[in-house]
């Protein structure tokens, strides 16, 4: 972490969040999973430190901090909580989705607040028909008045249970496919015509709720996010973003795994000597170190150019197939290393697998990764 590109305020902005991670959020990373009770829980002490606006510049009450400086706290939280990490990203979806697509007045109506952690936001994009093709998305939102009309549903959305505004994806041309899709941002607590289910029951990640929603509700014309049909451009340029956190807590995880086999390693004895003693092992975690710096390299060259106006989808997509299928090898190894006892939820070698493996699933599954790297090949 200390070879990433920051500046000296940075770096110790990333030592004040590894300290938060390991005081407070490691402590009650295993009673979330177990009890999946809902991340927000630490959304305050997360304000105080101003977590809730890392991505977000000054100017909009956030902290400015660069691309890398960002990548480098996220998987500081990602390492001590996966489910905490989860909720922060979803959040900066719904901040990115406004800084990149809408003008200043709607700006200045949610971001300071959202930066502040006085609101939480959500990131509509996700139906069930449209998961890995957000382009066959069957919401609409039709001209009604001084406003929209939005009729559809989402699914898999983060946060939304909690949150204060939701920035929905929808179709205001549905026969212009990509290019007919608009945003807007829905406030659900006061909205009417907005249906939230109960949370998914999810094999990881027990503490980063996911829900489906349900609209068939009125927004004025001031809460649409840009022009319209100019929503599929930003959520491309959000998703880039997106992919480099989830290439984030991909290592921040796959870190908390290594240094896990490495301390056991140290102290199981068999036959009077420690298993590190062994050779066999030895490659077992340089293999994981290697991948574990591998998967960094990636990411940190996306999150170099980010917020440099320089597109970077296909490195972003280099990042996030990459790290998230290495940190699954990671974490598997680190757990055959723990024998019998990482199969018991007594470690969290367990809990690091099954947070893990939605990584290459969400914000496009490592098939659309492969996509999106091989039209950047072939263009």
Known sequence: MNTYPMTDDERAMIDQVARFSGDVLAPKAAQLDEEAQFATCHLPAMADLGLLGMNLPEE??????????????????????????????????????????????????????????????????????????????????????????????????????AADFIVVYAKTDPDAGARGVSAFVVEPKSTEGVSIA????????????????????????????????????????????????????????????????????KERQVSGHAISEFQGLQWMLAD???ELAAARALAMQAAVLRGTGVRYSSESAYAKLYASEAAWRIADRALQIHGGYGYTRDFPLERYLRDLRIFRIYEGSSEIQRTIIARGLLA
């Open 60 to 161: 909009h009450g956030g902290l400015g901090l660069s691309g890398p400086a960002l990548y480098a706290a996220v998987e500081a939280i990602a390492g001590a909580c996966g489910s905490t990490a989860s909720m922060l990203t979803a959040h900066f979806l719904a901040t990115d989705s406004l800084l990149l697509g809408a003008d200043a007045t709607l700006q200045d109506r949610f971001l300071p607040d959202a930066a502040a952690g006085r609101t939480l936001g959500a990131f509509a994009l996700t139906e069930p028909q449209a998961g890995s093709n957000p382009a066959d998305m069957r919401t609409v939102a039709r001209r009604e008045g001084e406003g929209y009309r939005i009729k559809g549903s989402k699914c898999f959305i983060s946060n939304a249970g």
């Open 198 to 265: 109960p949370n998914e029951r999810t094999m990881g990640l027990k503490g980063g709720h996911v829900f489906g929603i349900s609209f068939d509700c009125w927004v004025p014309e001031g809460n649409r996010v840009g022009a319209e049909n100019t929503g599929f451009r930003t959520a491309m340029k959000v998703l880039d973003n997106g992919r480099i956190e989830v290439a984030a807590q991909a290592t921040g995880i796959a870190d908390a795994a290594l240094k896990a086999a490495i301390s056991y390693a």
């Open 288 to 290: 994981c170190a290697t």
